[in-house]
């Protein structure tokens, strides 16, 4: 709609950046699946992505990290985990502008929590916040809160490093002290039906918010947004 030459049409709405995270074996996998199943059958435009995204020439080397083929710096590895989701900024923001609407499994928050949990002199919580500062934030953080003993107990954990109960503690730990007004926790100690009921309320309701025009955030920046690049010229 056209008034005095201004644009007053009302921008369309852009897509929800729902994050899932937790310890390893917490359901995070299965849950972000199911949902946007959910979603699409529900005509919402929703995609799956993950980080690390292992497919990308940063994400093999952080493959082959985890996976104990290559010992790589602890302070460098974690710049390739950032580095990791630094590449993929300008398609997931393209995603958001498009309408689509973006489920992710993990993100600076496993990124942060994994390095800081090494408890390394000189690699503090805000020293591994740092790299990802800057980044599109997820507009709700679905944490998946299992105790690492239950998690174990789900089949067990795989052999790719930082799959051991101790670690997986430790991470949890510093989680705990990355919850933002962003965070919810979902316990994820009951039926897969109890807490996927749960998620898709959360998810939707973020959803909904975004299709009004809830700015985009900036991760770890206090409330500068991103909305710039979303007002249509
Ligand atoms: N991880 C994941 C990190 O250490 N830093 C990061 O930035 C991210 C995104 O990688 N144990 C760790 C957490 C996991 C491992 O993730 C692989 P997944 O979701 O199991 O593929
Ligand atoms: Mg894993």
Not at 2 to 25: C, W
Not at 53 to 81: C, K, N, P, Q, W
Not at 161 to 173: F, H, L, N, P
């Amino acid at each position: 709609m056209s008034q005095n030459g201004v644009n007053t049409a009302k921008h369309p709405g852009r897509g929800a950046f729902v994050l899932f995270e937790g310890v390893d074996r917490c359901g995070k996998t299965t849950q972000s699946q199911r949902l946007v199943q959910h979603l699409k059958g529900k005509g919402v435009d929703a995609e799956l992505w993950r980080f690390p995204d292992r497919f990308t020439a940063i994400g093999r080397m952080i493959d082959s990290y985890l996976t104990g083929e290559t010992d790589t710096d602890d302070a460098a590895v974690h710049l390739l985990f950032s580095a990791n989701r630094w590449e993929k900024r300008e398609a997931m923001l393209a995603a958001l502008r498009a309408g689509r609407t973006l489920i992710v499994d993990r993100y600076a928050y496993s990124g942060a929590a994994f390095t800081a949990a090494k408890n390394l002199p000189g690699l503090d919580l805000e020293w591994c916040k740092a790299p990802d500062k800057g980044l599109p934030a997820p507009d709700a953080v679905i944490f998946l809160a299992m105790t690492p003993e239950a998690a174990a107990l789900r089949g067990g954990y795989g052999n790719e490093r930082y799959e051991k109960e101790e670690m997986q503690r430790e991470v949890a730990r510093q989680f705990h002290l990355l919850a933002d007004d962003r965070w919810q926790t979902v316990d994820a100690a009951r039926s897969v039906e109890d807490v996927e009921a749960e998620v898709r309320r959360i998810a939707e309701d973020a959803v909904a918010c975004c299709l009004e025009g809830a700015p985009l955030r900036v991760l770890w920046a206090g409330d500068r947004t991103l909305q710039h690049l979303f007002s249509s010229p």
